[in-house]
């Protein structure tokens, strides 16, 4: 049973909104803004390509040089873009009632607290998951992952525009290495509680 007395989802029967930000880049002693949200779902194991979701978000702040070399994302992207804000319906909308998964999901808490109390959880860390059943691996970047197990091909069929450091982009590779790591594990049917580590 869950804390409100249900009964308790498995793994398999869980509604996933994956999350990722791309942001202006870091300045000295000044942290980087989101200039790019992107959302996808998966019911259990399947992902919804008509869930998928990105746009752009205005920032006062110029994005750096080397931002833009990682993502390709310029100041002139941004001219007509929502401010993050102005997004909350569309977020409560997208990532309420769902189990929110990210790579390294600290910059995805961090740049929601533009919405304080906004409740969205539990959250499942990919990169703190594959860290635990994924042991010795040279690298845990989403990239490396995805290409270990040919995640990128499966992600451009679902996303034909699909490319890395690409907020949407992201997201699905997020949810692919998800769904691989419960394969994995042989999970589906055990309680949504299993994809919770320290630190997701």
Known sequence: ?????????????LSFAALDFESAGERANVAGVPVQVGVAWMNGLDLEASSFYRSYLKT??????????LHGITNNDLQDAPEFL??????????????????????????????????????VDTLSLSRKILTGRPSYALSDLAEEFSLEEQARVLLPDFRWHEALSDAVASLLLLRKLIELMGIQGHRGEVLLVQGG
Do not use: N, S
């Open 60 to 69: 006062d702040r110029p994005v750096t040089w080397a931002a833009q070399q």
């Open 86 to 123: 102005a997004l909350w319906p569309e977020m409560k909308r997208r990532l309420g009632g769902r189990w929110i998964v990210a790579h390294g999901a600290g910059t995805e808490k961090r740049y929601l607290r533009a919405f304080p109390l906004h409740g969205f959880g539990p959250w």
């Open 1 to 13: 049973m869950d804390p409100e007395g249900h009964p308790a989802a498995t793994v398999g029967e």
